[in-house]
């Protein structure tokens, strides 16, 4: 049991570093680039009407406000981030924790666009890689810079954690 704990102990710190490395870009791409960061309220709208049998939407913006949207949102933003640093030490093994290198976290950080541009753009409304969206290719991007600074986020989140656990 002492092992299982660790280890999501491990995944907490390096999925939480990541996912909030991931948040700060997602802030200060307003004032650098003219981005609004992303309303993971409108995530916990989408996740909450799935209790309803609703998974898809034309418009997620449009859709009727649930209670609690906003905190379910980040709840899952975060748990995803923990899920995603679940699946780099899946990949990569616990030798990766004393000695956390940047490819294979890159490679997990790029690998989860498939998320965003696969499964929740297109229930969202937004359609498959933001093709229903007035600029997809810039929205692309965006999603591409954001979920590189994830995989920087998680190469990060290695050495926060040896320096916390150690």
């Known amino acids: ?14 999925g939480g570093t990541a996912t909030l490395l991931m948040d700060a870009w ?6 650098l680039l003219g981005v609004a960061p992303p309303d993971y309220g409108l995530v916990g709208r989408w996740l909450l009407h799935m ?8 418009a997620i913006a449009r859709a009727a406000p649930m209670r609690g949207e906003r905190l379910t949102g980040w709840l899952f933003h975060y748990l995803t981030g923990m899920v995603f640093a679940a699946l ?14 940047p490819g294979p976290a890159l490679m997990v ?16 409304g937004a359609g498959i890689a933001a ?36």
Not at 51 to 58: I, Y
Not at 110 to 117: F, Q
Not at 132 to 154: D, E, W, Y
Request: net charge positive; proline share 9%; with cysteine.
């Open 131 to 166: 093709c229903k969206t007035p600029t997809p290719n810039r929205a692309r991007l965006q999603s591409l810079l954001t979920h590189g600074v994830f995989g920087i986020g998680l190469y990060v989140g290695g050495y926060v954690d040896a320096w916390i656990m150690q």
């Open 51 to 58: 209790r309803r049998g609703r998974f898809s939407h034309p």
């Open 109 to 124: 950080g790029i690998a989860t666009l498939a998320a965003p541009l696969l499964v929740m753009q297109p229930a969202m």
């Open 26 to 31: 997602g802030w200060l791409r307003h004032p």
């Open 88 to 101: 780099l030490l899946a990949m990569v093994g616990p030798q990766w924790l004393a000695s956390p290198t």
């Open 1 to 14: 049991m002492e092992n299982m704990t660790s280890l999501f102990i491990h995944i907490a710190i390096i």
